[in-house]
């Protein structure tokens, strides 16, 4: 039975295989799209990578630390041919002097020629690159084209989306924290748009003449009822390091003519040791001190009524103890690693970390019951590249030495748009070689300098 069923089986298996095919059929597949051209892609990527390591922004401080090196050498080669002129007697002076100038134009001859070829590089630099953007441009427009579901448009547009809501939730963020206080918000200036600063107003030595080369002094932007008028000043006293106490005049007058009262208020007996200042960059606000607390990595609120001493923690990584200073090309200032600042809507701290390679970062000082830090901004500036930072009205500004007799205010940083200008280009006549601090009065409009034992004020100028 098995037998019978099987044979008609492969009979007509057989008979299917012998059977001719009248018709072939054919599936033809067409594909609309072109193919994505990886190898211009790839081309792209790698022009990109190459454009990353050759503009870096050593070579931009390569440049600016040749000419501030220039400016510095050719005040110096005037002096060194005026000595010259007074001691030629055709003999023995004449030769020392004519030998300084020799060397100092030799020096500066080196400089021109290192500035020439930094010079030449760079703008062979920028006319290779300027054209490689162009060509990337084009490519990266071409290969566009290929995204025809609309995949890369809608991860940009969801990227800008998120922008967006981040900086509504820092907005609402801000409002929430400012409700209850009359503060001025970040980016609003009631003064108008920072233009200029006045010649020197104030100048004076104070009541210890030469005595203390690093300090700060100023007013407190939201003092006491009944000490609207009163100056406060913190004098290093400890190797022009450390300091363990404030300094309070009733008035600016008082403080010119040297009558301290209620005169010092300390912030421990010992100086240096645990919660003392280490560093000129202090600030005064709501009757308490800000300052770099001796031997941390922290910002310590020292308040007068009180006598308390609260301390915040900055994040991981933060410079102290002299190793994130501020310099110019001459000499750095010894622990300036902690900068605090006030404006019209609060306390701030500027401060170098080892993760951000020794750029400048800003942080807004939250004065509550409890002190923290609040929101955090980071730029593109060189903290060794700066003297001295100061806020008004939520812009960081910062300066650089030019010569003895002039800063520039060189530098802001706007927290409310991001935006950063190299090239303010506000100049600062200075009485004394250095500004070993800088704060900014928001009840007066002033800027209070500390420079070389002497206490000088320039009014800042709005439009």
Partial sequence: MKLNVIVPLCALITLTQQAPSSETCFCEFTNSERAFPHDK???????????NTNITPQKTLELESLMLGLERRLPRLEEDVATLEREDDGELYGVISLQVVQNELADIMELITRLNNTTLEHQRLTH???????D??????????????????????????????DQCRNTVHDSTNTSNSPQVSQGDCPHGQFRNISGPRVSTAGEYPGSYKYGAWGRDPKPEAGKESWHWLVLLTSANKHSNYVRLYSSLSALIGGVSTPGNVLIHTANPTTNTIQGPNVVMYRGALYYNCYNQDEVCRFNLTSKTVANMKLPKGTRYNS???????DECYPFTDLDLATDESGVWVTYTTKQDFGNLVLSKVEDDEQLRLGQTWYTSVYKQGVTNTFMVCGVLYATRFVDKETEEIFYSFDTT?????FNLGIFIRKMYPNILSLNYSPVDQMLHAYCDTYMVSYKVLFS
Avoid at 41 to 51: F, G, I, K, Q, V
Avoid at 136 to 164: H, P
Avoid at 323 to 329: D, P, S
């Fill in 41 to 51: 892609l790839s081309t792209a990527e790698d022009s990109a990578s190459r454009c």
């Fill in 128 to 134: 290779v690159t300027t054209t490689k953007l162009k």
């Fill in 136 to 165: 990337l441009k084009a490519e990266m427009q071409e290969l566009e084209t290929f995204d025809t579901m609309q995949v890369v448009r809608g991860k940009l547009d969801n990227q800008r989306l998120r922008t967006d809501l």
């Fill in 323 to 329: 190793k994130g200073n501020f310099c110019h090309l």
């Fill in 417 to 421: 748009t991001g935006k950063e200008n």
